[in-house]
């Protein structure tokens, strides 16, 4: 064990005979730690891109809520009826009367 320690720490394992299995598993090991850096970059740009969106739709949200209170305000009857008379229009004094048609059978 402690041998093969020493062999580690002076790099005598790279260079022995049976140094290929050793090679091997180095760059697969690399491949694999590579693998792992990319996926990890990957999921970092995924986050950013969620947040980025997440606060697009609260933006949008809040200009939806905005605009949908202006029409509100814009269809109040009082609104109506000051943007109209300029024009000359006024609300009739009598209201609205049903118009009832009997079916001809």
Known sequence: MRQ???DVLRGSFLTSDDAAG?????????L????????????DK????LAGL?????ELRSEFVDVRTRLQQRKLESSVKQR???YG???SKTPPKKIKVASQE
């Open 4 to 6: 093969r320690l020493l």
């Open 22 to 30: 050793n090679w091997r598993f180095i760059l697969f090991a690399s």
């Open 32 to 43: 694999l730690a590579v693998i792992m850096i990319s996926s990890a970059h990957r999921a």
């Open 46 to 49: 995924k986050v950013h891109q």
């Open 54 to 58: 997440n606060e697009e739709v609260l």
């Open 84 to 86: 109209v008379e300029k």
């Open 89 to 91: 229009l006024a609300p």
